[in-house]
């Protein structure tokens, strides 16, 4: 049962307890000064944006996509998207390329800059917990139920029940449905989410990215065996004629 | 013991190697962000798009000229074959060396080997070094038994050798075209002055290029400093197989600028637009224009003046799709650190030093036919 999560902005009220809940599930730090940083970090994979005033807020975290970009990148399967939704990451299999960072569509995947043995950190949707049938960490510390943990079909149904229900309080659209090919972190807003740096849904389209380089890499093997019969085609002929003229010779 | 001779040139040397190894002491003791200008916004810096892209670029002459040479026959070029597989050989020795520096985990670059994803461009990329390595470590194997005499291993070589070349050309085209690939996931970031979809192809082609260029700016600096004769007709045959490289070249660039409709960036003012039109002067209009001039091209210094001027351009290329071309979605301006700046320059005098040395004591520029009767001893020649 593929899951996923909603996060719907306007329930929101900037309270960070999932920003508390996701350090604790990472054992990442979290202070009071953490809490101010308004930006994802090799030590923050989710955070609450509120500097746009007006009890506007939005969150930030990774949408763990149906199609992820990262996971095809990575040269050493270190990304891995599960059928539940979680995209995980695995240390011990990074060479710390940084592909996948250059890659992400939605700036996602940070590093440990400072490190000498560097991770690529981001929020993996709890795996551990979603592959247990529990719900991620935000969701569950979520106390009004912004973000919500679920069925994807199930949340997608619940958003446009929602939009349909107060059609004047939100932008009509669920971010995340279809964007890149659809994304298992679904997200509701009363202003654009362009608004809060996530990239404009026509910026990439709906077709999710990895075909743009898996449909190239399809033709290495025809490269690979046309390449060696024109070339040995050639070589055979170039080579014949030095015969041939050398058995011409008196 | 005889001291080696104090020249500007070795004080230049050990300086660099000296901040040089500074500099790795910094990158594996403090770590990436302490020596390099990188970001979460901007995670590849010079040493992917210098060291890594234009590196591997300027290695195309190895492939080229063996393919011309063993493949297509091409006698005249034979004297010019060897120093290009030293060159490339080096030159992926070297940029196997600098991917220690860049991978965060580079005691993990082997992963590839045994983790699979035939999805990723990177992937391919790994596997692409590591068997053309291989593969030029056979092909060079024989100036190392030519230079002892060790008759036997070269004679097994030789049979081999056809197939050998066939296998290195393909693994080199398929991995001059995946740096190209690697670009393709990012249609969102890179500018539209650098993205297409033909970038595969544009890199191949700008890589064979480049590598004709280098190998006449490298052939003709060192036979000027070990005084060897290059052969002029030689040269010429070169130039103008350059010059034919370069017109594909500009005019599978161009149409392919008004194909997408990327043109239009192209006329208005602004750093984008700038690095592209410094480009295009360097890689397409400047060459041409001289190479089409039958006094530049038949004259083999003004060829050897045109091949640094191609060498520069595709090196602009190359650093505006890796860091130009990226800037602006990222958000950052990027500029390399000091410390960012000194491994890659150890890097070229490592390739020089290395390039000066093969030269010196193996029979690169001279044939089978040519070399001593009996093999110098090694100490001596040191």
Redesign the interface.
């Known amino acids: 049962m593929p899951s996923a999560i909603l996060y719907d902005a306007t329930l929101c009220i900037d309270c960070k307890q999932c920003e508390q809940a996701c350090a604790t599930q990472n054992k990442n730090p979290y202070t009071d000064d953490i809490g101010k940083e308004q930006r994802t ?2 030590h923050k994979f989710t955070y609450v944006h509120d500097t746009y005033g007006n009890e506007k807020f939005m969150r930030k975290l990774c949408m763990n996509c149906l199609d992820p ?1 990262c996971v ?7 990304l891995v998207k599960h059928k539940e939704g979680p995209v995980s990451y695995n240390a011990d ?7 996948c ?3 992400c ?1 939605f ?1 996602v ?11 690529v950190r981001k929020c993996i949707m709890c795996p551990d917990r979603v592959l247990a049938g529990k719900q991620t960490a935000c969701a569950e510390a979520c106390p009004t139920g912004s973000t919500l943990f679920g069925d994807r079909e199930a949340l997608i149904a619940e958003a446009r029940k929602r939009i349909a229900a107060e059609p004047g309080k939100y932008v009509p659209v669920i971010y995340g449905l279809n964007e890149v090919g659809g994304t298992s972190v679904l997200i509701l807003s009363s202003v654009p989410v362009e608004t809060f740096g996530y ?1 404009p849904s026509l ?2 389209g709906e077709k999710p ?2 075909p ?3 449909d ?2 399809e033709h ?1 093997p025809q ?2 065996t046309v ?2 019969a024109v ?2 085609g ?2 055979w002929i ?2 014949r ?2 015969i041939v003229k050398e058995s011409e010779k008196p | 013991m005889k001291l080696p001779k104090i020249t500007f040139w070795r004080v230049v040397f050990v300086g660099v190697l000296a901040l040089g190894a500074f500099s790795a002491y910094l990158r594996f003791f403090r770590g990436l962000g302490a020596s390099t200008n990188l970001s979460d916004q901007f995670p590849w810096g010079i040493w992917i798009g210098f060291d890594a892209l234009c590196g591997i670029m300027l290695t195309a002459g190895g492939f080229t000229l063996m393919g011309a040479v063993h493949v297509f026959n091409i006698k005249e070029w034979r004297a010019i074959a060897r120093p290009a597989l030293v060159t490339a050989f080096l030159g992926y020795l070297l940029e196997a060396f600098a991917l220690m520096f860049d991978l965060g985990k580079p005691w993990n670059i082997w992963h590839p080997l045994i983790m699979w994803n035939p999805h990723s461009v990177m992937f391919l990329v790994g596997w692409c070094v590591m068997l053309y390595l291989g593969i030029m470590a056979l092909e060079f194997a024989p100036v190392i038994f030519e230079r002892f005499r060790l008759e036997k291993p070269l004679r097994i070589l030789k049979i081999v050798s056809t197939p050998v070349v066939i296998t290195g050309v393909v693994v080199a085209v398929i991995h001059q075209s995946a740096l190209g690939s690697l670009y393709l996931i990012v249609p969102g970031k890179l500018h539209p002055l650098w993205y297409t979809p033909l970038l595969p192809v544009l890199f191949f082609v700008s890589a064979v290029a480049a590598g004709l260029a280098m190998t006449v700016f490298e052939s003709t600096t060192s036979a000027r400093h070990f005084n060897h004769a290059l052969e002029r007709p030689l040269l010429l045959s070169i130039g103008r197989v350059l010059l034919i490289t370069l017109i594909v070249y500009g005019i599978l660039r161009v149409h392919d600028l008004f194909h997408t409709g990327s043109y239009r960036y192209a006329l208005t003012l602004g750093y984008e637009a700038n690095m592209f039109w410094v480009e295009m002067a360097l890689t397409v209009i400047a060459p041409i224009a001289l190479l089409l001039v039958p006094k530049v091209r038949n004259n083999p210094f003004s060829l050897y003046i045109v091949s640094i001027i191609t060498v520069l351009g595709f090196v602009v290329n190359r650093l505006n799709v890796a860091v130009t071309g990226m800037e602006a979605a990222s958000g950052v301006r990027y500029v390399p650190k000091w410390s960012e700046v000194s491994v890659t320059m150890m890097m070229v005098a490592f390739g020089i030093f290395w390039f000066a040395v093969a030269v010196k004591y193996l029979p690169i520029f001279t044939h089978e036919h040519e070399r001593p009767a009996a093999a110098p001893e090694l100490v001596k020649a040191a």
């Open positions: 970090s090799d970009t095809s990148v990575c040269p050493v399967g270190a299999a990074c060479m710390g390329c940084r592909y960072m250059v890659a569509p700036g995947p940070k590093y440990e800059w400072t490190k000498t043995i560097p991770r990239p910026k990439y990215l990895p743009l380089t898996a190239v890499l290495v490269v690979v390449g060696w070339l040995g050639i070589w170039t080579n004629r030095d």
